[in-house]
Nanobody, 118 residues
Framework: QVQLVESGGGLVQAGGSLRLSCAAS????????MAWYRQTPGKQRELVAL???????NSPDSMEGRFTISRDNAKNTAYPQMNSLKPEDTAVYYC????????????WGQGTQVTVSS
């Protein structure tokens, strides 16, 4: 059974940084892409960053270069790093496994709330 467990969410002031983590189990971690999405009420989930199995990371232009992602295959963990946070970054952030740049994978974490205060 695949499990993705996120941690690291919370309250941060605008302009600050936050590093989340997603620990995976039940899956061949080194052979899959890992991604983070976010969702606010009334909106669809949107891709925040993705790192592929070759360790190439990318983030949509809409994230303005403020979001990066890394992975540690020895720990089966992916780490999104969020910088220069804005109040509009407030959302529930979800870890996702085995997806592509254009389609989310079938495995999701439970989500972690990130709140950015002005």
């Amino acid at each position: 059974q695949v499990q993705l467990v996120e941690s690291g969410g919370g309250l941060v002031q605008a302009g600050g940084s936050l590093r989340l983590s997603c620990a995976a189990s039940g899956i061949s971690f080194s052979g899959i892409n890992m991604a983070w999405y976010r969702q606010t009420p009334g909106k669809q989930r949107e891709l925040v960053a993705l790192i592929d199995k070759y360790n190439a990371a990318n983030s949509p232009d809409s994230m303005e270069g403020r979001f990066t992602i890394s992975r540690d295959n020895a720990k089966n963990t992916a780490y999104p790093q969020m910088n220069s946070l804005k109040p509009e970054d407030t959302a529930v952030y979800y870890c996702n496994a085995a997806g592509t740049w254009t389609q989310a994978g079938p495995y999701w974490g439970q989500g972690t709330q990130v709140t950015v205060s002005s």
